[in-house]
């Protein structure tokens, strides 16, 4: 690079489940200059639509404009605090949660701001974590199981409540005029690039992972018949054919997105991809064997292999899934910082918050200083992880949290610490069942917002019995959507190369400890009883707790 040329420029926008975030990074050494966040005005809307019509169990919707806030406000912002010239800029990327679905018509207008749909919920987005669609998965397990559906083995054996098919069969058969004024069921990875470049272009990763697309093709149309009579032209009439490989381009700025963000019109614009796939390159995890977790509201688990293997429960492998040239595999958990979240908002005395404030700490701060100090198995409590479902490996949304062991002696801290040990053994399940089915994990990576708990972090050493690198950036999605926009814009000849020059990692943060990591083994060897005795069948009462809700909230019970 000449000595008196500006550096070129990337834009990476992390669209998360409650704000989206933008960051400028230098293309030659991935420097992050500048950042922004936009909370969404209307968050997660699972009680109400804004207009006060009421939501059923299991309802998690936003409204899109909230993400286009996200380029008029974020980007600009990130701009600014970057003091950089946009004409420095020679591309932008995103990434966005997955399933996150929005219905539009044909120009790719979201129903819910098409006149008369403002009261409707099926006309809105429905966000990741909308779990209403598990009748709809169920049948599609079932019937997939039966028809031995050759793409079934490809997502450990059950499609989720979450995707794009359940959420589909859903509106379908709850909204079937709004099913029929779709033009469209798009992810919203997609959604906002096309409100970027101006062209509709279906991303491989998430059609891979959560559209059940494999080996070019999605579920044949006597499938979906099979299902509803009027769910056979799913496929084929509102899922766009699959075109767009990640770290290639979509598209080009256009005048009305360039005007949004402040961005010179004509900039590339990189294929949309999910927020912890994107994740990979960001934290340097590209090749075989790396397992990245990135750990926030929720915590997704990917990672590279050589060779295809079927894990039970894993969310999907799918081919050049996260990195071109291996399969890329992915697991999850539904709830981990949302469990915390919960306790601290819902079950946490006045004391703590008042004790918290006069020390000049969050509450959650205040609980990890007080858990600390606890020795393993000191509470006697042990938890399952289940309070937004499971994701892997048992796949059913319809689980549900427990705690076992409360005394009248029980504090709050040592509950928090029991939900944190929770989510660990819940992320030791999916490590094992990887590695039992020839998938062996060789490094576990983390990254994500819940980096900054040092406990939380060590707990996940001791109970992996494992060390955990840590990635460097506080932004990993946005930092990786700038990445692949940098291969996008051929600044770099491929993932790995920008990886390695613009990624950065901390290997072996955390070690584990031989006597907790002890202590943890019996501990882990308990919950697994739980976790199959409510998971697998032998008691369904948690099943049957939900049916109970729904029953009485149908029958406006009280």
């Not at 071109?324 to 918050?353: C, H, K, R």
């Amino acid at each position: 690079m000449a000595a008196d040329r500006r550096p070129e420029l990337v834009v990476g926008v992390d669209y998360g489940t409650l704000s989206g975030r933008a960051v400028v990074v230098r293309v030659e050494d991935g420097a992050e200059l500048g950042s922004a966040t936009h909370e969404y005005p209307h968050g997660v809307l699972d009680r109400q639509l804004p207009d006060g019509t009421p939501l059923g169990p299991d309802w998690a919707l936003q409204v899109p404009a909230d993400y286009i806030d996200v380029l008029r406000i974020a980007v600009p912002a990130a701009l600014e605090a970057a003091a950089a010239d946009p004409a420095q800029v020679i591309a932008i990327g995103t990434d966005f949660t997955a399933c996150t679905m929005v219905p539009t018509t044909e120009d790719g207008t979201p129903l819910n701001e098409v006149e008369g749909n403002a009261g409707e919920p099926h006309a809105y987005v429905k966000l990741w974590k909308h779990h209403a669609a598990q009748p709809q998965a169920d049948r599609i397990n079932a019937l997939a199981a039966k028809r031995g559906e050759a793409w079934l083995p490809r997502y450990g054996g059950l499609i989720s409540s979450e995707w794009e098919f359940a959420k589909g069969l859903q509106l379908l058969e709850e909204s079937p005029e709004i099913y029929r004024a779709t033009a469209h069921w798009v992810e919203a990875a997609d959604w906002i690039v096309w409100q970027l470049c101006g062209r509709y272009v279906r991303n491989a990763c998430t059609a891979g992972y959560k559209g059940i697309f494999q080996d070019g093709t999605y579920p044949t149309r006597d499938f979906l018949a099979e299902l509803h009579p009027d769910f056979a032209g799913f496929v084929d009439d509102l899922l766009q054919p699959v075109s767009g490989q990640l770290g290639t381009p979509a598209g080009r700025l256009t005048e009305q997105a360039a005007a949004w963000t402040g961005l010179p019109a004509g900039i590339v614009v990189a294929v949309g991809n999910v927020d912890a796939h994107v994740t990979a390159p960001a934290a340097q995890s590209t090749e075989a064997g790396q397992m990245l977790a990135i750990m926030g509201t929720s915590t997704c688990h990917i990672m590279n292999g050589g060779v295809l293997r079927e894990v039970p429960g894993m969310c999907g492998v799918v081919d050049g899934g996260v990195t071109p040239g291996l399969w890329g595999y992915e697991a999850g958990q539904s709830g981990v910082g949302d469990i915390f979240n919960w306790f601290v908002t819902n079950a946490v005395p006045a004391s703590y918050a008042e004790e918290a404030a006069a020390r000049g700490l969050d509450v959650h701060e205040l609980l990890t200083e007080k858990a600390a100090a606890q020795a393993v198995g000191e509470h006697g409590l042990l938890a399952l992880d289940w309070h937004s479902g499971n994701r892997s490996v048992l796949v059913d949304h319809e689980l549900s949290g427990l705690i076992l062991g409360l005394t009248l002696s029980t504090r709050p801290e040592e509950i928090y610490r029991a939900l944190i040990e929770a989510t660990a053994f819940g992320t030791r399940v999916i490590v094992e069942a990887f590695e039992g089915s020839g998938v062996p994990v060789t490094e576990f990576v983390a990254a994500g917002g819940l980096l900054k708990n040092a406990l939380l972090m060590q707990i996940y050493a001791d109970v992996l019995d494992m060390p955990i690198s840590v990635i460097r950036s506080e932004q990993g999605p946005a930092l990786g959507s700038a990445i692949h926009a940098a291969v996008a814009a051929g600044a770099y000849p491929d993932i790995h190369a920008a990886s390695a020059a613009m990624g950065g990692v901390e290997r072996g943060a955390y070690h584990p400890d031989p006597a907790r990591a002890a202590a943890y083994d019996v501990l882990f060897a308990e919950y697994r009883k739980l976790h199959d005795y409510f998971g697998r069948g032998t008691n369904d009462v948690m099943r049957r707790l939900r049916a109970i809700r729904r029953e009485a909230h149908a029958g406006g019970a009280v």
